[in-house]
Each structure stands twice: as C-alpha cells, then as structure tokens.
C-alpha cells in the first residue's frame, strides 16, 4: 500500500505487504528528517533518521528515501506486522536549530 | 519506555483555571522539549529549555510558561485556560540542545471544560 503525500492520511495495508509513507516537507534548508510512530495513548516514537547528504538508509524491516529535488521523503515497511499499526509522522529540522516540525502524520492500519 | 516521565496522565479542569504539568527527562539528558497536539493543528512546538535555559520558542501562547529546575525537570503552565487549550501535551528529551534524536514521553491529556 501507498500513501501520497499529507492528501490520504490513511493508509490501509495488507499485513506481510510492503507499506510506503510519504512525506512532503515544506523547508529547502531542512537537512535532518526523522520518522516517528505514534501509538494509540502513547508519545511518539522514534524511527528512522536521515541527514541530507544521504539519500537512502535503511533500518531494522524500515527504509527512508529522501529526495531532496522534490523535497519528499518516505518510509518504507517492510512485510508489515499488525503492530506496525500507528500513526506515523515525518519531522524536519536544521543543523543549528532546536525544535522539529512535524507533518499531519498518515495512520496505518494493518489488515490481517 | 523511552525513559520520559509526565505527569500527570490527565487533567481535566475549568476555563480560567491554572494547570501545570511536569517533566522528567532521562537520565543524563539536558534538553527538554514541549510540544501541544490538538486534532486540527498537529503536533506543534512550543518551547525547549537546555540546561537550565530557555533555548527556543516556537507557537506558544503568552498564557503559557515553561521552566527547567536544576535537577533538569521541567514544568509548563498554562493559565487563563480556553476550550482550545485542550490538547496532548508532550515532553521530549536530548541529551543535547538541537538536532538530536528526540525521546518523547507519554503525555498529558488536558480537557478545558
């Protein structure tokens, strides 16, 4: 399943499937992005991160994609589990700068 | 368990009145973060303090202040309270003052009646 950009923010996909989450960040000058999972109650949760002088990295069953040209980055999950089921949020911020900026997040939910 | 403590879990209070809400970062960590997440705006930053000092403020209200004790434990106030002031509020931690990986806690859930 794919998500596109914060216009779905739901995202229902199959579990064993592969999940795709995107994300378009709104600063050119950002330059560090983190994935965050939000569970039901909970606080968010850290992902993934990825610096702009990086345009893949990959993490335990996750992967970020940053394209920088268009200013988009994703997450992908790999055979997605039902407790990959959350809210996920991309946040960007700069070198120097304290506080991340959070997207309006896209809710998946893993189908069994 | 990312290791930040909130409390307390709810709070549920009146217009015009006065809350505070605490912070305990982990152990080791100098920078506490405030973020407010209310269902129409997102998850928003509000302000972030760094050993003992304010470092930077983002949308938040002059109704509402925060401050980090020296043990590093923070609290946020907010007064005068409004139906809009209902939110998720959230306390993160670094260890240190920008772009670091930031650890959330649990929140607190504030309902203005």
């Known amino acids: 399943g794919e998500s596109v950009g914060l216009h779905l923010p739901t995202l229902s996909v199959q579990e064993g499937d592969n999940s795709i989450i995107n994300c378009a960040y709104s600063?050119?000058?950002?330059?560090?992005f983190i994935w965050y999972k939000q569970e039901s109650g909970k606080g968010p949760q850290f992902i993934i991160d990825?610096?702009?002088?990086?345009d893949k990295r990959q993490g335990q069953r996750v992967t970020v994609l940053l394209n920088k040209t268009v200013k988009h980055l994703s997450l992908q999950i790999a055979a997605t589990q039902p407790g990959d089921s959350a809210v996920y949020f991309c946040?960007?911020?700069?070198?120097?700068?304290?506080?991340?900026?959070f997207g309006a997040g896209t809710t998946v939910t893993v189908r069994a | 368990d990312s290791g930040v403590t909130q409390t307390p879990k709810h709070l549920i209070t009146a217009t015009g009145q006065r809350v505070t809400l605490r912070c305990s970062p982990r152990?080791?960590?100098?920078?506490v973060y405030w973020y407010q997440q209310s269902l129409d705006q997102g998850l928003q930053f509000l302000i972030q303090?760094?050993?003992?000092?304010?470092?930077a403020k983002g949308n938040i209200l002059e109704r509402f202040s925060a401050q980090q004790f020296p043990d590093l434990h923070s609290e946020l106030n907010l007064s005068s309270l409004e139906l809009g002031d209902s939110a998720l509020y959230f306390c993160?931690?670094?260890?240190?003052?920008?772009?670091?990986?930031?650890?959330f806690g649990p929140g607190t859930r504030l309902t203005v009646l």
């Open positions: 946040a960007e911020t700069l070198t120097n700068d304290y506080k991340l900026s």
């Open positions: 303090y760094y050993n003992g000092e304010e470092r």
């Open positions: 993160a931690s670094s260890v240190e003052g920008q772009n670091n990986e930031q650890f």
């Open positions: 990825i610096r702009s002088n990086m």
């Open positions: 600063n050119s000058a950002s330059d560090y």
């Open positions: 152990s080791g960590d100098l920078s």
